[in-house]
Structures are given as C-alpha cells and as structure tokens.
C-alpha cells in the first residue's frame, strides 16, 4: 500500500492534536511531510519528533514559508485545522493545486467559499470536511444524486446556555460559556457554540460545500450530539449519521479519503444501554 503524504496545518490545537492521535493509530499508512503551528514552537517540535514530520514551520510571521512549501511538496491530503482567516491563502493555494483537503477550518469557507470552492472545481480536487456536522452530510449523500434532496438538517447541541432564559443570558461569562456539554474543542468555536454564532456559521459553510440552496438548510437542537446531522429525500427517506461526539470520527473519515474506514480510537455506540435521542427547533428569539 502507497503511503499517503500529508499536511497538518494547525497541528497544536484541539483537532490538530486529535489528528496526530488518528496518524498515530494508522501510521503505517501515512508519512507526514508537513505540519505546521502559529507560535507553539515548543509543541511543535515535539509532535514533528512524534510523528517523524520532515519539515516543520510557524505561521506567526506570514504564511509565506507555508506557501513555498505547498509548492515544493508533493502532498495527497492536507489536514487544515488552523483557527482563523489568516489560512484562506493556504486552503486556496492547496485548493488550486488539486490537493485533497481534509477542511476543520469553517472560516476559510464562510468568508471565501465561492473563490476556494471554484479553485476545487477548475483543478478536479475536492473537500472531504471535518466539522463534524458536515461530514455527516457528506456522508449522507454519498451515493445520492444531488438533485434527489429535499434538505440538508445541521443537528446543534445548543452550547452551554441551552437551557437559560433569555435574561440570564445577561450575566454569563467567559468562564460559563467555555463548558461545551458534550464536545471538547478549541476556545473560539466553544464560545460561538454557546452564542449559537457557530450554527450560523455552520449554515453558511453548508451553503458553499454542498452548492445548496438556503432555503433547503435547516437547524435542529438535538441536545444529546449523536446525531451529526441529517440529509433529507425528495421520497421522505432521511438518512442520518450517528456516533459518539469525538472528533476523531470525522479526522479518520476525511484522512481515508471518503474511499475507506481506518481505525479512529472511538467506542461504538452502545444500543443495548438506553438511550434517548431527541430533536426540537431552535428558539429563533
Ligand atoms: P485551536 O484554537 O485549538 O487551535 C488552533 C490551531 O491553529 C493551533 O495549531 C494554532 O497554533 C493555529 N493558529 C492559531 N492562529 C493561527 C493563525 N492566525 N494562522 C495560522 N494558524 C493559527 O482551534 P480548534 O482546533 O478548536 O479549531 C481549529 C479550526 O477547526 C477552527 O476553524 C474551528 O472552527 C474548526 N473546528 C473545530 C472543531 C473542534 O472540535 N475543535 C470542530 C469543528 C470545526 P498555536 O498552537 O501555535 O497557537
Ligand atoms: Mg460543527
């Protein structure tokens, strides 16, 4: 079996670090010849010892050094779990050059999805995402024609103030909005997850990853995170992806490719425990 070569741009943050824990799991299948972190140099180094990366580089001074390296790198997948705007050059870059992009970063989509998502179709590349709700739908529809759907339904667990009235929501902190019920993540989407602001966020990439129309995408709480999200059917087939909330799921199925399922160091879901699954709509106020 070739060996895949792969970027990790963004490896010392919550979905980098969990990237390297799916790599370490399959490491017979991919060589590592880039990774890179804003300023973290000391994790950097030590996660480039790790996983044997053949060139390291910090972003804080410019994406410049990262560029010329795309260039230089003869890469199939790049793993882009960079926080921030400041990637979008990096993502276009790799999108232009035909390289697979296994995509966490939302906000290169949000803010330059018509541009990157042209790039993709002019060199014949393609996304396989890894925000979470996003893979799920991707999943949903493989093998489905894209004409046949009659929505597309992003699951939210409702973030840590779910359950508080509106006036309480007056005296929250930092502190508060920063236990995420069910996922463990970076600090930036943790607190847009308890605004709600990353479900907008999520709508937003949904509409330029799968090219849909914005009246065929909708949000569900859905409090319990086992449901990732949903693609519903001109025929009232709805098809759904369900798992554990842990990242790792939708690392290993972006870093397969889509083609196939490597070992991602999650536990099945357990049906023989009871288990409630349920779904309301989100209070728009
Ligand atoms: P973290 O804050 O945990 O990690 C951010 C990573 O990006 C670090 O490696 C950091 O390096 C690097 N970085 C920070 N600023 C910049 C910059 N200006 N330019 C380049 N690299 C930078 O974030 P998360 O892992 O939580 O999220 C990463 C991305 O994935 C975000 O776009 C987020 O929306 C998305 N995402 C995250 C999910 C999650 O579960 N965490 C779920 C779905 C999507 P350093 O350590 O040196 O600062
Ligand atoms: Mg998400």
């Given at each position: ?90 993502a276009y870059k790799l999108a232009q050059k035909g390289i697979?992009l ?13 541009f990157v998502m042209a790039a993709i179709k002019e060199s014949?590349g393609?996304i ?158």
């Amino acid at each position: 079996m070739k060996k895949l070569n792969v970027a990790i741009i963004g490896v010392t943050g919550s979905v980098g670090r969990q990237t390297v824990d799916v790599i370490k799991r399959n490491a017979d299948r991919f060589d590592i010849q880039l990774i890179t972190a804003h300023s973290n140099a000391v994790s950097l180094e030590q996660i480039g010892k790790e996983l044997g990366a053949k060139r390291t580089i910090l972003t804080k001074n410019g994406m410049g050094e990262l560029l010329r390296a795309v260039d230089e790198t003869e890469l199939d997948v790049a793993l882009v779990a960079a926080a921030g705007t400041d990637i979008i050059a990096v993502a276009y870059k790799l999108a232009q050059k035909g390289i697979k992009l296994a995509l966490a970063n939302k906000e290169c989509i949000v803010s330059a999805g018509k541009f990157v998502m042209a790039a993709i179709k002019e060199s014949g590349g393609m996304i396989i995402p890894v925000d979470s709700e996003h893979s799920a739908l991707f999943q949903c529809m493989c093998g489905h024609r894209k004409e046949d759907i009659a929505g597309l339904v992003l699951t939210a667990s409702g973030g840590a103030f779910r359950d508080l009235p509106k006036e309480a929501l007056e005296t929250v902190s930092i502190k508060d909005a920063l236990t995420n019920p069910n996922w463990s993540m970076g600090q930036k989407i943790t607190v847009d997850s308890a605004t709600m602001m990353n479900k907008g966020l999520e709508l937003i990439e949904a509409r330029y990853l799968f090219d849909i129309e914005p009246n065929k995408l909708s949000v569900v709480i859905h409090p319990q995170s086992i449901v990732h999200s949903m693609v519903s059917y001109k025929d009232g087939a709805v098809l759904a992806q369900l798992g554990l909330p842990d990242m790792r799921v939708p690392i290993a199925y972006a870093l397969g490719c889509g083609e196939e399922r490597i070992d991602s160091g999650v536990k099945q879901l357990d049906f023989t425990q009871n288990m409630a699954l349920t779904f309301s709509p989100p209070d728009i106020d």
